[in-house]
């Protein structure tokens, strides 16, 4: 497929963005513990309440999107990462981190829903969920090659470079701003008068059930991050390097195969397909690592790559089934509120996959990896009743 020059800049902008990501993600919590003067707990509570402030600003701030246009609104919220990124450098006490935490937080909110809208502006309604999923190997390939940038940062291991680490990032902030606002085609704001109403998308009860479901379906992240390394170190006779292995396996099968399953999901009917097939998928992956409580040596290995290769085809296609409904649910005049409000999913199941994994599936061993298994599963098979339903109310609104 050939994309647009909008589109093209737009993929550009993502990768220069995330590769300053990638930098702070390998550097951040050292910088903070062990520069900033942080404790571990004090980096934890920090966090957690910056997460909670991005969940309840997120659509508010699509609302923003859709009033000032998606390209004003996200140059914006990525010119105040750029300065929180900064004022970081900084920081030596709780209470300042707890602030500025939450405000990088919700300003990564606010450009959630506006990305999502921009790209439903620059790119045909049969291209978005493509856009999205080149976005997302742009994302992958620039963190890759971010934690790679850091390696030097970590192995230095001085102050001044941790400070430089995180002025990068900011740099890399003002950098995709300038291109967001100036090198993209301007797409329009919706007057207030012309528009949904502010907040529709917090009214709309089975929007918010898909994104529940999605959340739940969003913790693959947490399982890939935390679970399989926490119970690959703890139940597992595996050697701990085979978590590297693994956390590269995800990165290359995304970069080659996201798009590829991206495939049928750009109508509703195949976005919700792929978010029941996901569910089916991550419930198999937990399925395979709870088999190995009960094995050793190569064939534990063989089976975490198993679950590994299964978990990222499950994680693919929860993302391309999340654009798809997104996109063909939310009405016209209202990308912004509703991709916020989407938003919100992942950044649900970020808040609950880490208390899940840890106390459940890696606590109780194979009973508790089944369990996980079966909300995976359950989530999935929801799905298509929820958006099926949440479809047949627009079309009864239409008539």
Known sequence: MSFSTGVRRLIGATLVNTLGNGVYAAVGALYLTRVAGLSVAQVGAGLTVAALAGLVTSTPLGVVADRLGPNRAYAGFLLLNAVTMALLTQIHSFVPFVLLAAVTSMAGSGQRGATGALVAGLAPAADRVRTRAIMRVATNIGMGVGLALAGVVLAVDRREFYVLALLVNAATYLVTAAVIRYGLPAVPPVPRASGPSALTALRDRTFLGFV?????????????????????????????????????????????????????????????????????????????????????????????????????????????????????????????????????????????????????????????????GAVFLTAGLLIPAVVNQRATVAMQLQT
């Open 212 to 372: 529940a479901l999605d959340g739940v379906l969003s913790m693959h992240a947490a399982l890939a991050q935390i679970g399989i390394p926490l119970w690959v170190a703890t139940a597992t006779d595996a050697p701990r390097w085979v978590v590297s292995v693994l956390l590269v396996l995800n990165s290359v099968a995304v970069i080659l195969l996201q798009l590829r399953v991206t495939r049928g999901t750009d109508t509703l009917s195949g976005a919700a397909r792929a978010g029941r097939r996901a569910g089916l998928l991550l419930a198999i992956t937990c399925g395979v690592l709870a088999v190995t409580d009960a094995t050793s040596g190569p064939v534990t290995i063989a089976l975490l790559v198993v679950a590994a290769l299964v978990h990222v085809v499950g994680e693919m296609l929860q993302s391309a089934g999340g654009w798809g409904v997104s996109f063909e649910l939310s009405p016209a005049g209202a990308q912004g509120q509703y991709q916020g409000a989407y938003a919100m999913s992942r950044q649900l199941g970020d808040l609950t996959g880490p208390v899940l994994l840890t106390s459940v599936a890696v606590a109780w061993g194979w009973p508790g990896w089944l369990l996980t």
